[in-house]
């Protein structure tokens, strides 16, 4: 399977100009015979909006607006399955999808601070990702449910809960299709999905990791916009948003939160689909950590088969059936008795 994520930096509410640097980026690297494009989380808007009226004029109908036309013709160009975030305006009140729902039952990354509920009296918009097909389908659509701060002025959490789809790859094209396709159990997040509900959750509760175990999911696919943290303890003072080596820190946080995949006795391939750069000035700054990854996390171990730097623009591409691919990354101490431990 042929699996790739664009890295960039999109400006905030600029949505002509960061799909015009996505075709960019896309039209510069080696997208022949992908099966699945990963963009990050509210690609084309950028992240950072301020509140519910900056963020109104950007948001899109379900599935019918600018990212979803841009997903679909990026899709039939490069016959592949394409993946991206956007800011809903509900037009329907459940989800488009073809997936199975799950309700969702050491410090953490981020200020522990809890995150509000958002108001009753806020429209149903919502953080949501969605999957088109290269014959012009929405394969799948799914909704943020645990909500980050910023989430939390405009956006509501999903009611469907966390989803699976099965996922067909490589996609079949037509009915005379020769390529062998493959139905893969994909778990679909959204970047705060992987932390804990509201930072109020038990740490070790691992929702969304173990809802994608209980499912069996083969692929997870986490479209992402993640901050980057300040590490004066290192010496290193804020991270540079223009290094091309990756935030370790970052992707060590994103496999201890898929512990209960990482100790499976099966395997499964992480997408982690982020952005970089940087959003606002001043007080009102935030930074990307960037450092996007394909890794491949079961039998007690996280391996890495590619990765991008914490400010690296680009296409992250993967092929991961092929020899050697997969490097050494982390192994978590410890064994599962009733699963039997690493092999």
Not at 311 to 320: A, H, K, P, Q, S
Not at 321 to 331: C, H, L, M, N, Q
Request: charged share 15%; with cysteine.
């Amino acid at each position: 399977m042929h699996i790739a994520t664009l890295q960039f930096s999109p400006v905030l509410g600029q949505v002509a100009h960061n799909m015009a640097r996505a075709d960019e980026l896309l039209a510069a690297a080696d997208t022949a015979g992908l099966d699945l494009l990963v963009l990050p989380e509210l690609a084309f808007t950028g992240y950072n909006f301020s509140s519910l009226a900056a963020i109104t004029p950007h948001l899109e109908p379900t599935a019918r607006g600018p990212s979803a036309q841009w997903a679909l013709r990026t899709a039939r160009r490069l016959q592949c399955v394409v993946c991206v975030g956007y800011p809903e305006r509900a037009t329907s009140p459940t989800a488009i999808s073809i997936s199975t729902p799950q309700a969702p039952s050491s410090p953490p990354h981020f200020p522990p601070t809890a995150i509000p509920p958002p108001s009753p009296l806020t429209p149903p918009n919502h953080n949501a990702l969605l999957l088109a097909s290269p014959t012009g389908l929405i394969l799948a659509h799914y909704r943020k449910t645990h909500l980050y701060y910023t989430d939390s002025t405009w956006a509501h959490p999903s009611r469907e809960g966390f989803q699976t789809v099965d996922l067909p790859l490589p996609f079949p094209l037509s009915s005379f299709t020769t390529t062998t396709t493959t139905t893969i159990p994909t778990a679909l997040g959204i970047c705060m999905d992987l932390n804990p509900s509201r930072f109020l959750a038990p740490w070790r509760a691992f929702e969304f990791a173990t809802h994608a175990r209980a499912r069996a999911c083969a692929l997870v696919l986490l479209s992402m916009a993640w901050l980057a943290q300040p590490q004066p303890a290192r010496g290193g003072g804020d991270l540079d948003a223009s290094s091309h080596a990756p935030d370790a820190d970052t992707q060590a946080y994103w496999v201890a939160r898929l512990e209960p995949l990482v100790r499976g006795a099966g395997e499964a391939v992480v997408v982690c689909a982020n952005r970089c750069g940087v959003e606002g000035q001043g007080e009102t700054e935030v930074r990307y950590a960037g450092s996007s990854a394909v890794l491949c996390v079961g039998r007690g171990r996280a391996r890495v088969g590619g990765c991008l730097g914490r400010g690296e623009e680009g296409l992250l591409r993967v092929d991961t059936e092929k020899k050697g691919v997969w490097k050494a990354g982390w192994v978590l101490a410890g064994r599962e008795e009733e699963e039997g431990g690493e092999e």
